[in-house]
C-alpha cells in the first residue's frame, strides 16, 4: 500500500533536505496496515525515527488524548536522549505532542503527575512499566495506548529484564484493545524468534518481518603497536601512548571496556599523560546520575575529545561527531562488536571507523577472530530466553497488587508472553501459591503470606505493606549490596573538627559494592571516577572519600560487567590456532609464541583438546585449551579437581581464564596417566555432569549466592524497606537460613528450580561445557613435558598473580614472565 506523510512533516524533511528511507516507510505501512512490525537495521539506519513515524503522523492532527505510544528502552539514558532527539523535530514541526522520559531519575512528583496526566509519548524502562501496570488505576491509563515501541530488542530478550517486559506487555495487551507493537533491533543471528516475541501478546494482529539495506562497511583494525603485548592481564597499559596520538587525530573517541574497573584504569592511564589537557571524560553506571548526563550533555555539544565507557553506552544513544570507536580487550562476541562500532559516525552512507586493542596475547587471537567476524557480518548473538519462576512470581504479585486477579484469568494472559507461552498450569498453580503463602516450608510464617482468595474465588493483597515492599524492590537487576561513595575534606583539616565522617555531608561521587570497602584501611587510597580518593571511613550505607595523591592506588574490582567469549568466536580462535599459514596475520611477537609452542609441544588443534602435564618447582600442573569461556572453564576446574582428589592425584587447586585451565597439586600427573591409572577419557567424560555437578552443587556456596538473587526478585527477601535499606551481610544471613530451610524440607520448591536454571545457564554455562566434551570425546592429545610451555605461561602468571598494584605490577609480570619463557626454552 502506498503510504502518506501529513504536509507538516513532509514540508519538514524538504527544510532539512532530507527523505525518508524505505524502511521508515514501511514501519509506517505496517503501522497503517494495522501490522506489528519488527524493523532489522543497522546502527546509523535511521531506527529511532522510523519506531516514531507513525507516531508523529497519527498525532500531527492534535486530536489525540491521553497515552498513545509508549516507547521502551534498556537503558535510561538512551531514553533521555531520545527524548531529547525527538522533541527537536516536534518542536521544529510546530507539533502540540507531548513527549517526557520516566526512568528511576524521575522525581516522585513528576511520576505522580504523570499518572495522573499522561503526556502522548512516555519514554520508560522495563521497571517503571512494571509500576506503572501494578497500579489500581492502569486500566485507564493504558486505555487510549496505540503503540509501544521496543528499542533494541536483541538487548532485552536475553535477559530476566525480557521475560518481566514480556509479562507487562502481555498485560498492556488486554487493557489497550487497539494496540499495535513496533520493535527496533540490530542486525541479530534470529531474527525470526524476536518476530515471534513481539507477536505472542496479540495474536490477533499480523506481524511483519522488516529489515533495511546495510550501510558502508565498517573500517577495522587491531592496533599495530611497537610496545610489547603482554602475556596475561587486562589494563592494556602497554597501549596508553598509542590510545592518546589516536585521540588526538579524531574529532571525538569512544574508547569501550568490558568492566568498570577497566573504565577507571584506562582513564587514570590517559589522564595521566594528558600533557595537550585535552577533554577526556569518564562514564559508567556506578557514577552518580549528575555525572553521567554531564558527560553525556558534553558529548551532544561536541565538547569532549574522548569519553573511557562501559556498556553504558553500547547502545542507540546519537553521538554524531564520534569518527572513533576503540574496543580496549577482546569483545567476547562479533555481535558486540558490531553494536559498538555503529557508536562511531551513525551516518548509514559513510563507513565507521573502528580499533580494537588487545590486552594480552591470547587476546590478540580473539580480536583477529572478531575481525574476521565483523568483515562477514556474521552475528552471535544470543537467542530469547524461556522464562524463570522467580520473574514470574514477581509479576503476579505486580498483578494482585493492581486489582484482584482470577487464577484462570491471569494464567491465560501469562501464556500470551513468548517466555512463558509453553508454562504448565501446575507449574502456575506453584508459583501462585509460593505467592501466596511462600510454599509449603515456609507456609506457617506469617509474614510470607502475602496473597489470600477470598470468597468471590479472587486473589487479593492480605495488607497495604505488601504493595508498598512491592514498589520499592520491583525489578530484576540485583549488583551487589551497595553504598553510596560521598566526597569529603581530609581528616583533621581543621582543628578541633571531629575526626569522624559522620556527617560531614559532601557531594555524592556514586555507588560502589559493598564488600570492596570491607578490603580496606582508614587511609587507603583508591580510583573512582577518574579521581584518586583516600577512604575516610563509613556510615550506614555511605562511605566517605577525600580526594588524595599516591602512586599505588587500588583498583576497584566490581562484580558484574563481564561478557562470556561467544561460541561462535571461540570456535574462530581454535581455527586460527589450528592454521598456521595463516599466522602471519598476527604481530610477530604472537605468532612466534605460537612457532615456539609447537616446537616444544603442540599447539592446539581446532576439533581436538591439547592437555600438557608438567611438573614446576614441588608441584604438577595440568594445562589444557577448551577456548569455551571463563565460566564453563571454572566449572570444569570444580569438577575435575574432585575427580582428580578420587584418582588420589591430590589436586591443590585450579586457575581459568578464557581460553585454557591449569590446575595444580602434588601427584605425578605424567606418571598417573602414562601407567593407566589416569585416563584423560575418563577424567572428560560427559558424564561429569551427572552425579559429580550435582555432589559438587550440594556442597558449593555458588547455589546459595544464586538463591540469593533468585529469592530477591521473587519478593521472598527484600533490598529496601522504607527509609532504610538491608546491608549485603544482613541480606546473605536471610538467604542462605532460607535455602537450608527449602533445600531440606521442600527440594523442589519453585525457587530452588528457578537457581537451579540460574545457575547451569549462566554461572555454570552447562550446555556449553557439555557440547565440548561431546566434542572432544575420542580426541584428547597428551603431551607430557618435562618444563612449562609457551601457550602456558599467561595461566602460570595468574596462578603466581599476587596483589601488587600500579606500575609495579605490569613491570613485576613482565619479569615474571621472561623467566618463564627461558625456562619453557630450557634456557
Not at 50 to 59: E, M, R, Y
Not at 169 to 197: F, G, H, K, M, Y
Not at 436 to 454: M, Q
Request: charge should be neutral.
Amino acid at each position: 500500500m502506498t503510504t502518506t506523510l501529513p504536509p507538516v512533516i513532509t514540508d519538514w524533511f524538504a527544510r532539512k533536505g532530507w527523505f525518508p528511507r524505505q524502511h521508515q516507510l514501511d514501519v509506517l505501512a505496517s503501522w497503517q496496515a494495522g501490522a506489528s512490525a519488527l524493523l532489522i537495521a543497522p546502527t546509523g539506519a535511521g531506527k529511532t525515527l522510523a519506531g516514531f513515524l507513525p507516531t508523529l503522523v497519527d498525532l500531527a492532527d492534535g486530536s489525540h488524548e491521553g497515552l498513545h505510544t509508549l516507547y521502551i528502552s534498556p537503558l535510561k539514558a538512551l531514553a533521555v536522549d531520545v527524548q531529547r532527539n525527538l522533541n527537536t523535530p516536534i518542536l521544529e514541526m510546530g507539533l502540540k505532542i507531548s513527549a517526557e522520559t520516566r526512568t528511576g531519575d524521575t522525581p516522585a512528583s513528576k511520576r505522580a503527575r504523570q499518572r495522573a496526566k499522561p503526556p502522548h509519548i512516555l519514554l520508560t524502562t522495563p521497571e517503571q512499566l512494571c509500576l506503572l501496570i501494578s497500579h489500581p488505576h492502569a486500566e485507564l491509563f493504558f486505555g487510549s495506548l496505540k503503540r509501544i515501541v521496543l528499542d533494541e530488542l536483541h538487548a532485552l530478550v536475553t535477559s530476566k529484564r525480557g521475560e518481566l517486559l514480556s509479562l507487562a506487555i502481555a498485560r498492556i495487551a488486554r487493557l489497550a484493545p487497539n494496540l499495535q507493537i513496533t520493535a527496533l533491533s540490530a542486525t541479530v543471528a534470529r531474527p525470526d524468534l524476536l518476530a515471534e516475541w513481539i507477536a505472542a501478546p496479540l495474536p490477533q494482529r499480523a506481524t511483519q518481518l522488516l529489515t533495511a539495506s546495510g550501510g558502508a562497511p565498517p573500517v577495522l583494525s587491531i592496533l599495530d603497536s611497537s610496545e610489547r603485548v603482554p602475556w596475561a592481564g587486562h589494563s592494556a597499559n602497554y597501549a596508553h601512548r598509542d590510545l592518546y596520538e589516536a585521540i588526538k587525530q579524531h574529532r571525538t573517541t569512544l574508547l569501550f571496556v568490558n568492566t568498570r574497573s577497566q573504565a577507571e584504569m584506562l582513564f587514570q592511564g590517559l589522564w595521566s599523560i594528558n600533557d595537550d589537557m585535552l577533554p577526556i571524560a569518564l562514564h559508567h553506571g556506578s557514577l552518580s546520575v549528575e555525572q553521567r548526563r554531564k558527560v553525556e550533555s558534553a558529548m551532544v555539544a561536541g565538547a569532549l575529545k574522548a569519553v573511557v565507557c562501559t556498556s553504558t553506552l553500547d547502545l542507540g544513544i546519537d553521538w554524531g561527531d564520534v569518527d572513533l570507536v576503540v574496543q580496549v580487550g577482546a569483545p567476547k562476541g562479533s555481535s558486540r562488536m558490531l553494536q559498538r562500532i555503529g557508536r562511531a559516525n551513525h551516518r548509514l552512507d559513510e563507513p565507521s571507523k573502528a580499533m580494537l586493542v588487545p590486552s594480552n596475547r591470547f587476546e590478540v587471537l580473539e580480536c583477529e577472530a572478531a575481525l574476521e567476524a565483523v568483515a562477514e557480518n556474521h552475528q552471535d548473538s544470543e537467542d530469547p530466553v524461556s522464562g524463570g519462576y522467580d520473574v514470574l512470581a514477581q509479576h503476579v504479585l505486580g498483578m494482585a497488587c493492581a486489582a484482584p486477579f482470577a487464577a484462570d484469568d491471569l494464567y491465560d494472559e501469562i501464556r500470551h508472553a513468548w517466555p512463558y507461552r509453553d508454562l504448565p498450569r501446575s507449574q502456575f498453580d506453584r508459583v501462585l501459591e509460593f505467592v501466596a503463602t511462600g510454599g509449603y516450608a515456609l507456609k506457617a510464617y506469617e509474614r510470607y503470606a502475602k496473597l489470600k482468595r477470598t470468597e468471590d474465588g479472587l486473589w487479593r493483597v492480605t495488607n497495604p505493606q505488601v504493595v508498598q515492599q512491592y514498589r520499592l524492590n520491583i525489578g530484576t537487576i540485583i549488583e551487589e549490596p551497595m553504598v553510596r561513595v560521598r566526597l569529603i575534606r581530609p581528616r583533621g583539616l581543621n582543628k578541633g573538627q571531629s575526626q569522624s565522617p559522620v556527617g560531614a555531608g559532601g557531594r555524592v561521587l556514586g555507588e560502589m559494592e559493598e564488600y570492596f570497602f570491607g578490603t580496606l584501611l582508614l587511609g587507603d587510597t583508591f580510583m573512582f571516577g577518574g579521581e584518586i580518593v583516600a577512604f575516610e571511613g563509613m556510615r550506614d550505607n555511605e562511605a566517605f572519600v577525600s580526594r588524595a595523591q599516591s602512586n599505588n592506588p587500588k583498583i576497584p574490582s566490581y562484580m558484574g560487567g563481564k561478557f562470556p567469549l561467544s561460541t561462535y568466536l571461540a570456535e574462530r580462535v581454535r581455527r586460527i590456532m589450528d592454521t598456521p599459514e595463516d599466522w602471519h596475520k598476527l604481530p610477530d611477537q604472537v605468532s612466534d609464541w605460537l612457532r615456539l609452542q609447537a616446537e616444544v609441544s603442540l599447539v592446539p588443534q581446532r576439533e581436538s583438546l591439547l592437555v600438557e602435564t608438567f611438573p614446576r618447582g614441588t608441584l604438577n600442573y595440568l594445562v589444557c585449551y577448551p577456548f569455551e569461556g571463563r565460566l564453563a572453564h571454572q566449572t570444569l576446574g570444580m569438577l575435575l579437581t574432585r575427580r582428580l582428589e578420587r584418582a588420589r592425584a591430590r589436586p591443590l587447586g585450579f586457575v581459568a581464564t578464557e581460553y585454557a585451565l591449569a590446575i595444580w597439586g602434588l601427584g605425578d600427573l605424567s606418571a598417573l596417566i602414562k601407567t593407566g591409572r589416569l585416563s584423560l577419557d575418563e577424567l572428560f567424560s560427559q558424564d561429569m555432569l551427572g552425579d559429580d555437578l550435582e555432589a559438587w552443587l550440594d556442597e558449593s556456596a555458588l547455589m546459595k549466592r544464586t538463591f540469593r538473587n533468585c529469592a530477591i526478585i521473587a519478593g521472598l527477601i527484600e533490598r529496601r524497606h522504607p527509609g532504610r535499606e538491608k546491608s549485603g551481610r544482613q541480606i546473605t544471613m536471610s538467604s542462605d537460613l532460607i535455602y537450608d530451610v527449602l533445600y531440606q524440607h521442600e527440594p523442589d520448591h519453585i525457587l530452588i528450580q528457578a537457581t537451579r536454571r540460574d545457575a547451569a545457564r549462566g554461572l555454570l554455562d552447562i550446555a556449553r561445557l557439555g557440547d565440548m566434551l561431546a566434542r572432544i570425546r575420542n580426541h584428547i592429545v597428551h603431551r607430557p613435558l618435562a618444563r612449562i610451555s609457551p601457550l602456558a605461561v599467561p595461566l602460570m602468571l595468574d596462578i603466581g598473580k599476587v596483589p601488587i598494584f600500579g606500575e609495579a605490577r605490569e613491570s613485576a609480570m613482565a619479569e615474571a614472565a621472561d623467566e618463564m619463557m627461558r625456562e619453557a626454552l630450557g634456557g
